[in-house]
């Protein structure tokens, strides 16, 4: 007997009705069941119920922001895939939820088609783990070409640099050492930028 796929579950918190009911009805027709709320605490209410397969959520909110939300939820949540919705993208706030695990931000207006797309490829991720492992190298990557201080600090003190991050053992150490191999094999192809530490690394011109 064919066991039958479960329906995923996706929960959307914006204090704006009009956004929550847009969610709503760009993911009919999806086979997903779509939750919304514009209340923190029925959030926390209905999370705490299990089952959740991906939360979405807005930054600005008149009793959490976005980021005490997302703190809150992995306390029970650890690895629940996240995506964010803000009319106020920066990388400060980019890295914010990157470093909470969040699989991808969405800047505010978005189109149907971007806000299904990015829906539909964090639910695909069949290992949510790997999925935050991915973003977190990533934006490890990104901030090493970025901050001059973050990557003094990554020659200097090595994995200690990177405690800030919730990943394996083994992704620090790839990242030290520049491990090109387990990287592009466990995170995928990389951009040139997000190279730029990993050839230095291997070329021996910082270390």
């Not at 929550?20 to 926390?44: K, R």
């Not at 505010?108 to 492992?133: G, M, N, W, Y």
């Not at 190298?137 to 090493?144: A, P, T």
Request: charge should be negative; hydrophobic fraction near 40%.
């Amino acid at each position: 007997m064919v066991e039958e796929q479960k329906t995923k579950k996706v929960l959307v918190l914006d204090d704006e009705q009009v956004i929550l009911d847009a969610c709503q009805d760009i993911l009919e027709g999806t086979d997903l069941e779509v939750l919304t709320t514009t209340s923190v605490e029925e959030c926390f209410g209905i999370a705490n119920e299990g089952d959740l397969d991906l939360f979405v959520t807005d930054i600005m909110m008149p009793e959490l922001n976005g980021v005490e939300v997302v703190e809150r939820l992995r306390k029970t949540n650890p690895h629940l895939t996240v995506i964010v919705i803000t009319g106020y993208p920066s990388m400060v706030t980019a890295r914010k939820f990157m470093r909470l695990g969040a699989y991808d931000y969405i800047p505010k207006p978005f189109t149907p088609e971007e806000f299904r797309e990015v829906v539909i490829q964090a639910l695909s991720k069949q290992d949510a783990k790997k999925a935050i492992r991915e973003t977190l190298v990533l934006e490890i990557l990104d901030r090493s070409a970025d901050d001059p201080e973050f990557l003094d600090r990554l020659y200097m003190e090595g994995s200690e640099a990177l405690k800030e991050y919730d990943i394996s053992p083994g992704a620090k150490a790839a990242i030290v050492s520049g491990d090109m191999k387990w990287i592009e094999e466990n995170v995928g192809e990389l951009t040139e930028k997000q190279m730029v530490w990993l050839v230095q690394r291997l070329e021996g011109e910082i270390w």
